[in-house]
């Protein structure tokens, strides 16, 4: 293998001009949150691959014998189970969400619940983001020539049927459906990838473009909304706004 793209040096380097002047305990602290965000690269830097590797065609298989490890310990660690339903809202992921993000979620439970169903899938987190219409995931969508009102109207008029009356009661707090997980999942590596250390509504909907096969994405896609147009869109509105902050 080639030498790495980041040398131990370089690290140290870095956790120094992050607490300049700082004490060998500051230092320390530093260093512990660098090498969890370090941690998260590792991990989504392989799930990109593994990704790759199952849209060329790779069974689960092969996919782990390449890790070096069984078929079952591969998917047990990518595959999202539905016989273990992730709550986001419980998950310690989620104070890394800003507060319209972590709205945005939260309103997609209550779509969720409204709407009759007992799962809370990815068009419901579609409509959770269009509940923010001043965060960047809405203004990447308008910016995509498409009206917020355009994808609520689509997301309901593709919603599974409520619940009957013969359907046992919904639960108070419904859970995510695995493909919701894979949402959550796709965010974080999002905001890896883009080298930020918050996950905000811009990286929901990245997410969620990112999971082609889902409800939701496919609604966006539908409608015109690109995940490409999303990114430079996002990083157009953000360097706008470093810039206002430098000039301020």
Not at 4 to 20: E, F, K, N, T
């Amino acid at each position: 293998m080639d030498e790495l793209p980041v040398r131990l040096d370089d690290l140290i380097s870095y956790v120094r001009r992050q607490a300049p002047g700082g004490d060998a305990l500051a230092h320390l602290t530093t260093a512990v949150l660098l090498a969890q965000q370090v941690d998260d690269l590792a991990d989504h830097v392989v799930g990109h691959f593994v990704d790759e590797a199952r849209r060329a065609g790779a069974s689960w298989t092969q996919i782990g014998q390449s890790m070096g490890v069984t078929k079952q310990a591969a998917q047990k660690r990518f595959v999202p189970s539905g016989a273990e339903l992730f709550d986001l809202l419980s998950d310690g992921v989620f104070d890394r969400f800003t507060d319209r993000a972590k709205r945005a979620l939260l309103q997609a439970r209550q779509h969720a619940r409204e709407a009759g169903h007992d799962r809370i899938g990815s068009e419901h987190i579609v409509l959770g983001l269009l509940a923010e219409p001043a965060g960047l995931a809405a203004r990447a969508i308008e910016a995509s020539g498409v009206t917020l009102d355009a994808v609520r109207e689509a997301v309901v008029a593709g919603f599974p049927p409520a619940a009957g009356p013969d359907r046992p009661p919904r639960p108070a707090h419904p859970p995510f459906t695995p493909g919701a997980k894979r949402v959550r999942d796709l965010t974080v590596r999002e905001a890896l990838r883009l080298g930020h250390n918050y996950l905000g509504t811009e990286h929901i909907l990245l997410g969620l473009l990112s999971a082609e096969e889902e409800p939701g994405a496919q609604v966006l896609t539908g409608l015109g909304v690109s995940r490409d147009g999303v990114e430079q869109c996002v990083l157009a509105a953000l360097d706008e706004l470093r810039r206002r902050r430098r000039a301020g």
